[in-house]
């Protein structure tokens, strides 16, 4: 089946070029999305970004697959010869753990996908949710994930300020090497407003959040026209769900981190990423932010020295 890319329902999208001039597009896709049993990821190929082929299933679980619900914000980026999902997941069973990031390998990029990781990568006893791979220039393997607003289910309400943090990976992909290092709070952004809903909708039981939560999500790094280390990340602002952009003062993960003053997107719409085609950038992302509207959006940007610009 054929879809233009303005008629593809997903949430959370992502774009990989491999190989040349062959493009799969994956993100959020399950119906069910907030709660209940989970299906698995689909998938789309293009040659064009405009006409896309699918969906093909690109991970279906296993019997004894760890997780059972909310599979989330899916990105594929190639490593050493393989092709690496990383993903989040959550378990409905009571006392299973909270949700996680956890990584899924396969010989192309569309899969199918089998599991890697020995469960989450990201801490066991707090909710972490949006894990994307960076590799530094000394060829380190970063995840970076988003510690939310949510709390666990039946229990505490998550945390008022959402973090960005970061861990080392072991060169197969396959741990996590040490410590977590915080890198930034949403709350340092001054675009950054409390989470809000529309009027008559509620926020989904599962997410368990606390009164007036700033949060963090969908983080994307990427080097500038001049090299230095940027990245692009999700909260809510003014006109609702938003992207905005930070920049690496060292140039390195570990930051300082310092925020960009305006988002780079504002209208309801985020979970975004970077893809560079050719001589063309642009930022994909889901718009609207209102289950079941979203669909997959693509804006051309430049990329500048040390910023990024929507294009028009």
């Not at 001039?21 to 896709?29: A, C, D, E, K, S």
């Not at 300020?161 to 949403?186: C, H, N, Y």
């Not at 340092?188 to 368990?208: D, H, I, M, R, T």
């Not at 939560?213 to 983080?219: A, K």
Request: with cysteine; charged share 20%.
């Amino acid at each position: 089946m054929t879809s233009k890319i303005s008629d593809v329902r997903m949430r959370d999208p992502f774009i990989l070029e491999s190989p040349p001039g062959r493009f799969t597009l994956v993100g959020t896709t399950d119906a069910n999305l907030w709660g209940g049993p989970a299906t698995g990821f689909d998938c789309y190929t293009s040659a064009d970004l405009e006409d896309w082929e699918g969906p093909i299933p690109a991970f279906r679980p296993p019997p004894d697959f760890w997780s059972d619900t909310q599979f989330w914000a899916p990105e594929i980026h190639p490593y050493e010869g393989r092709f690496y999902m990383f993903a989040t997941f959550a378990n409905s069973s009571k006392g299973a753990g909270p949700r996680g990031v956890a990584v899924l390998v396969s010989g192309h990029p569309t899969g199918p996908f089998t599991p890697w990781s020995d469960g989450p990568l990201t801490p066991r006893q707090v909710p972490c949710l949006d894990g994307t791979l960076f590799v530094d220039d000394g060829l380190q393997p970063w995840l970076v994930y988003s510690r939310g607003a949510e709390g666990l289910p039946g229990g505490a309400p998550g945390i008022s300020d959402g973090e960005m943090w970061a861990i080392r990976l072991s060169s197969d992909l396959k741990t996590a090497v040490g410590q977590p290092e915080l890198l930034f709070t949403a709350s340092s952004a001054g675009w950054s407003k409390p989470l809000w809903f529309p009027e008559g909708v509620e926020p989904p039981e599962q997410l368990n959040l606390g009164k007036d939560p700033l949060f963090t999500d969908g983080p994307f790094l990427f080097r500038s026209s001049d090299g230095h280390l940027l990245m692009l990340w999700s909260s809510f602002g003014e006109e609702g769900y938003a992207m905005g952009i930070a920049k690496s003062e060292t140039g390195t993960v570990l930051g300082p981190w310092t925020q960009r003053p305006r988002p780079i997107w504002a209208r309801n719409g985020g979970h975004g990423m970077i893809f560079t085609n050719a001589s063309k950038a642009y930022l994909v992302f889901h718009w609207p932010n209102d289950t079941p509207n979203e669909r997959v959006k693509l804006v051309e940007v430049e990329i500048g020295a040390d910023d990024v610009h929507i294009v028009g």
